[in-house]
């Protein structure tokens, strides 16, 4: 099954709070952290949600 490597290239400061909560579900916390998720439509829904402050690479 295909998954998803998340890194946080921006800073939560100045965002909705329901942005910052959505970074701390996928287990992000500070710039240039990165975390593996499975590739599901929940893990979607959340990176949707904080496109702007992710990047998002698909891996095998």
């Known amino acids: 099954m295909a998954r998803l490597k998340i890194t946080q ?3 939560k400061i ?6 910052r909560d959505t970074l701390r579900s996928l ?3 500070r710039i240039r952290n990165v975390v593996i998720r499975e590739d599901n439509a929940q893990n979607r829904g959340y990176v949707k949600t904080v496109a702007h402050l992710v ?4 891996i095998d």
Do not use: A, R
């Open 9 to 11: 290239i921006k800073s």
């Open 27 to 29: 287990g992000l916390h």
């Open 14 to 19: 100045s965002e909705k709070q329901n942005q």
């Open 55 to 58: 990047k998002v690479e698909e």
